[in-house]
């Protein structure tokens, strides 16, 4: 069965920094696992804010996390991470992972974190 497991929220003061992780379990072989970091601010719509594929185009990020966030992969263990750095007020948000799976180009399935707190503040 498929689990997925993310971590590493907390508070930061602005400027600081988090890492968060999230890593899927049970994915059958000759799978293609495209994951993904979205947020949802308090009052807000969930949004994204960036994507990484082990087969595709390389590390897409949102523009508000440009230059501050980077996302990473472990293939060998379908783990990613999210590095946030130089955190601001805005980036408060509920952090939730997203999973999606293909095989040969057709997508057979999707699952989310169960999401974790980010409070920037000072």
């Known amino acids: 069965q498929v689990q997925i497991v993310e971590s590493g929220g907390g508070s930061a003061q602005p400027g600081g920094s988090l890492r968060l992780s999230c890593a899927v379990f049970?994915?059958?072989?000759?799978?293609?696992?495209?994951m993904s970091w979205h947020r949802q601010p308090p009052g807000k719509e969930r949004e994204l804010v960036a994507s990484?594929?082990?087969?595709?185009?390389?590390?897409r990020y949102a523009d508000f996390v440009k230059g501050r966030f980077t996302m990473s992969r472990d293939n060998a263990k379908n783990t990613v991470y999210l590095e946030m750095n130089t955190l601001q007020a805005e980036d408060t948000a509920v952090y939730y992972c997203?999973?999606?799976?293909?095989?040969?180009?057709?997508?057979?399935?999707?699952?989310w974190g169960q999401g974790t707190q980010v409070t920037v503040s000072s």
């Open positions: 997203n999973a999606q799976f293909s095989r040969i180009g057709v997508r057979i399935g999707e699952v």
């Open positions: 049970g994915v059958p072989s000759t799978t293609t696992v495209l």
């Open positions: 990484i594929s082990s087969d595709s185009d390389g590390t």
